[in-house]
């Protein structure tokens, strides 16, 4: 059973466009929802992530919104850039204890072409 | 680098074969991680230890054995592996859990089984 849904697989955009990504996950006691980027021969490194007390989050270009009745979340990337081109993977995880166990989505494959 | 070093990068075993993966971190973290990456999956947690302790186990098969000796290193221990095995193996540590800073992943050991 996937808790975390990934959509879509793969996305191309033009430079300046603007990919939207989106995840929606079924366990309701998650409370930490991050997204990372993945560049080949690299491991995933955290890019922003968000809290479900807030419907909206921006960090330079790219802007997590959360949608909690739904349970959904997107990362949309402002005026994409060729260097955005790598792989995004949404999570979520309940934050209790002293470690925590991110499950990831499937991943989206976004490549920005001039 | 991001902190987190993996050895080696790329591992070939025969399905007979032992050989061990290695995790090295010196950020201060005090929780490791071990997951799987397989194309068109999601990230699969297979181990989780907190303060040196074994907390999570994925229902990963006896093939498979981690070892933290202390909060610095991690190592996954591969005996009679099998083809469907052939994946990115990643290590990742968090200071507590991933809210706080997120995970701090590895570059990974591209492992195949023959």
């Known amino acids: 059973q996937q808790q975390v849904k990934q959509s879509p697989q793969s996305l191309i955009v033009q430079k300046g466009g603007i990919p939207i990504i989106n995840c929606a996950y079924e366990?309701?006691?998650?409370?930490?929802f991050p997204w990372y980027q993945q560049f080949p021969g690299k491991g995933p490194a955290l890019l922003i992530a968000?809290?479900?007390?807030?419907s909206e989050k921006k960090e330079g270009r790219f802007t997590i919104s959360f949608n909690k009745s739904a349970k959904q979340f997107s990362l949309h990337i402002m005026d994409s850039q060729p260097g955005d081109s790598a792989t995004y993977f949404c999570a979520a995880s309940r934050e209790r204890g002293t470690a925590s166990k991110l499950t990831f989505g499937t991943g989206t494959r976004l490549q920005v072409t001039l | 680098e991001t902190g987190v070093t993996q050895t080696p990068r790329h591992l070939v075993m025969g399905m007979t074969n032992k050989k061990s993966l290695k995790c090295e971190q010196h950020l201060g973290h005090n929780a490791m991680y071990w997951y799987k990456q397989s194309a068109k999956k999601p990230l699969e947690l297979m181990f989780v230890y907190s303060l040196e302790e074994r907390v999570e186990n994925n229902s990963v098969p006896s093939r498979f054995s981690p070892e933290c000796p202390n909060s610095s290193h991690l190592f996954l221990h591969l005996h009679t592996l099998q083809p469907e095995d052939s994946a990115l193996y990643l290590c990742?540590?968090?200071?507590?859990?991933?809210?706080?800073?997120?995970?701090?992943f590895g570059s990974g050991t591209r492992l195949t089984v023959v």
């Open positions: 366990n309701t006691a998650f409370d930490y």
């Open positions: 990742a540590s968090s200071l507590g859990t991933a809210g706080n800073y997120g995970y701090t």
């Open positions: 968000i809290r479900p007390d807030v």
